[in-house]
């Protein structure tokens, strides 16, 4: 078993900044992609920010330069941090990983957490 637990999440005024972490735990072998996605009210989830095992990474346009990913793969962490928050942030926000668990025979699968709010208030 696979989990992605997430933390800080939470309201703050537009222009704000805010740091958003993620704990991956279990039986994992490997990690390739993590990343963040997030879904707004009647909308869709979508892609915010995807970083690659040696550092690549993948933005929306909506939050190129405003947001950064990193990851450590020793402690098996994604991070996002926020900045400039705009009401247009406002959502849900979902850690994702591939992850390779149980074996090294057995397959990459995709794995998400919980979610963790973030409210930027206007």
């Known amino acids: 078993q696979v989990q992605l637990v997430e933390s800080g999440g939470g309201t703050v005024p537009v222009g704000g900044s805010l740091r958003l972490s993620c704990a991956a735990s279990?039986?994992?072998?490997?990690?390739?992609?993590m990343g963040w996605y997030r879904q707004a009210p009647g909308k869709q989830r979508e892609l915010a920010a995807l970083i690659s095992l040696v550092g690549s990474t993948n933005y929306a346009d909506s939050v190129k330069g405003r947001f950064t990913i990193s990851r450590d793969n020793a402690k098996r962490m994604v991070y996002l941090q926020m900045n400039s928050l705009e009401s247009e942030d406002t959502a849900v926000y979902f850690c994702?990983?591939?992850?390779?668990?149980?074996?090294?025979?057995?397959?990459?699968?995709?794995?998400w957490g919980q979610g963790t709010q973030v409210t930027v208030s206007a």
């Open positions: 279990g039986s994992i072998i490997s990690v390739k992609d």
């Open positions: 994702y990983a591939n992850v390779m668990s149980g074996g090294f025979w057995s397959p990459f699968k995709d794995y």
